[in-house]
């Protein structure tokens, strides 16, 4: 089994700076990383810290030197994918020491943490908000899958094969999920799949395969499926995941935020 920390759109732009006039998402950051630190005995030993895109939200150099000030002082080992928000090379560049970080082509990768297979794809195309499966990235994912084993094996990236009934984010989803699965079904074992993008948890199927995503570590959208919905973003709920791929294990949402308590019952 491994147990994994899954972070993702932390939108990181430097400090000083608010994303669309309003979120301080250094400083909302480097509160949740306060608040994991504080938490990590409580939630139990990880792995490794999974972080599925919109790392920065401007792509800037200084961005990621923020955010991954942050992400180290958890501890832990890092597996980090962009999106549409990141700049690729600029990406790269700031986690170029990682071992699965190759030094050209697409941010794709493949590790090997306890029993557990993580596939990492690389979904950006850079300006644009949409995400699609490049033909080198399915062949990567193909090749990791046929030489898996017996290993629990989890998909991550940033844009989700699911629709979530939200207009805006769904105008900006993944191009091919029909791709995925064919690649996917290849496998005997159903593939579990991990993404970010629409900030909050949405769990579907893709075929045989689940597909969850976590919240934001900044800010929220609010299911509204009318066609005059607003478009726009809530500060809230925020939060990250857990997921444990041994046998009985489970994915679990971890707000950054509960309600008062415990109160004995
Ligand atoms: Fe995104």
Redesign the pocket.
Known sequence: MARFLHLT?LHIVPEGLLVSGQLDTARLFRGAVDTLIHRLESIGPVDAVLVT??ISDDGSAESYRVAREQLERLGQRLLVVP???DDRETFRAAFSDLPEIRSTGQIDWVADIGDTRVIGLDTLIEGKGGGTLRDESLVLLSEALSTAGRRQTLVAL?HPPLRTGIRFMDAIGLENPDALRSVLDQHDAPVRVLA??VHGVYHGLLGRHPVVTAPSCCSAFALDVRKEAPVGFLTGPTGCAVIDTGVGGVWTELPLRYGDGPFAF
């Open positions: 759109d895109g919109d999106g549409n928000h940033h970010g993008h």
